[in-house]
């Protein structure tokens, strides 16, 4: 651990106002740029923590991308003080786990304990971000390891398919990047590359440190304060915008050994600090929330077209993609992907009814809740919303913007959003 440069701890605490059913968020932001949130939640002796930094295939390119799920998987494998194998031992010791990888607009190291241990979880949290070994020998079994969870992906037609739909949908822009990887990027990363990476993204002014959990806060805050005060500030952690991806749409076929045909379809969306995020998130509920969402009741129950249907719309710090997925039996393809396209006209062209309204706005907002009961979750919603910069009390606005919601403006989002549409089927081959 790093020495406490002196006057380097000169912060703001804030305690966020709680909303209904929120616990308060002591806030605090320290002289080198590194954020502190906590959550002491009394409800079960427990203690979640999740740091995130700004680093991930946003900041990619095609040659090496990967890189910072590659720099998460060694970084895991052992520190100056300890090796892999004392580490796992150690987060076992404390009734917990401890794991990093790399993601779009983020990457993390998260880790759960038994709450009389959250000093311990602390430094554990510490050590594998501030003093990671990356030791050639492992980086080359993680990369071994990273090439055989690509081509897992690849040859498994759900994924695959999903991969080849950002691909298509963002083009050149980092988001149709596999998070993952290539064959071909992975094969370039060395030991060198990986340290050069970690050097430039692990900053304090990029870091969010969140705890969730049965802890005192002050005390949390205080040894947090501790072992990450110290590090240098190394800018401002502000990064230069992206040209906005410009998609076409069009329909992409690939063939692929499978039992089952995967279609895709779907356009780009807003960003999660966007006004018409909501309204868009309720329109991906109406769509496929569920059991009572029309593309189950219609394509799956009605029509009997679908194994699986669902929509999908995730948060991220650029415009994201809405996209409406199922998978279908080869023979029904044809006829399941025009209904898929008549649902998606029908919901431009009429208006929800006030009871779908209410229905889909209930089950958004419970299966948000649903999501957010354990620290985990917490902990990482917390420091999420933080890093893309709509603040840890985005919640509470969040479910206040999806009750706001009207008719209408699910009329104007599916008109604006849902076009042009990018379409993927990945399926078998015709039989010749």
Do not use: C
């Not at 740029?33 to 390119?61: D, I, K, Q, Y």
């Not at 690939?254 to 999660?272: F, H, K, M, Y």
């Not at 902990?379 to 008719?407: I, M, N, S």
């Amino acid at each position: 651990m790093r020495r406490l440069l002196p006057g380097a701890l000169a912060a703001l605490v804030l305690a966020a106002p709680a909303a209904a059913g929120e616990l308060p968020v002591v806030r605090e932001r320290l002289d080198n740029g590194v954020t502190l949130l906590v959550r002491a939640n009394p409800a079960a002796p427990v203690v979640a923590v999740s740091l995130l930094v700004r680093m991930g295939t946003r900041w990619e390119t095609a040659a090496d991308g990967g890189l910072s799920n590659f720099v998460q998987a060694v970084m895991v494998t052992g520190t100056a003080k300890r090796n892999g194998g004392e580490i796992a031992e150690a987060i076992t010791g404390l009734g917990g786990r401890l794991s990093a990888n790399g993601d779009t607009d983020y990457s993390e190291i998260r880790g759960t304990a038994l709450a009389r241990f959250w000093r311990e979880l602390l430094g554990l949290t510490a050590e594998l971000a501030l003093e990671p070994a990356f030791q050639p020998d492992q980086v080359q079994a993680q990369r071994d390891f990273l090439l055989a969870r690509v081509q897992k992906r690849r040859d498994n037609p759900p994924t695959h398919a999903f991969d080849v739909f950002f691909a298509t949908l963002y083009g050149t822009h980092p988001y149709g990047l596999p998070t993952l990887g290539t064959p071909e990027s992975l094969a370039r990363i060395d030991q060198a590359a990986i340290v050069a990476w970690y050097r430039r993204f692990y900053r304090p002014e990029r870091m969010v440190l969140a705890v969730s959990g049965q802890v005192p806060a002050a005390e949390v805050t205080a040894e947090a304060r501790r072992l990450f005060g110290g590090l240098p500030r190394g800018g401002t952690g502000d990064d230069a915008p992206l040209a906005a991806p410009k998609p076409a749409g069009g329909r992409t076929v690939v063939e692929q050994a499978s039992q089952q045909t995967q279609i895709l379809v779907g356009s780009l969306a807003p960003r999660v600090a966007d006004r018409d995020y909501a309204a868009v998130k309720l329109l991906g509920t109406v769509l496929g929330g569920g059991q009572a969402g029309r593309l189950f009741v219609e394509l799956r129950d009605k029509q009997a077209l679908a194994y699986t249907v669902a929509a999908f719309f995730d948060p991220l710090r650029e415009p994201g993609s809405f996209l409406v997925y199922m998978n279908t039996a080869p023979g029904n393809a044809a006829r399941a992907e025009e209904a898929l396209r008549r649902e998606i006209e029908r919901i431009r062209a009429e208006r929800v009814s006030a009871p779908e309204l209410l229905r889909a706005k209930a089950y958004l907002l419970g299966t948000f809740e649903m999501d957010r009961r354990t620290n985990a979750r917490q902990a990482w919603y917390l420091a999420f919303f933080e890093t893309l910069g709509v603040g840890h009390d985005f919640p509470a606005r969040y479910r206040a913007a999806v009750e706001a919601v009207t008719a209408e403006d699910l009329l104007r989002v599916a008109r604006s959003y849902l076009h042009p549409l990018t379409t993927v089927v990945l399926g078998p081959p015709p039989a010749r």
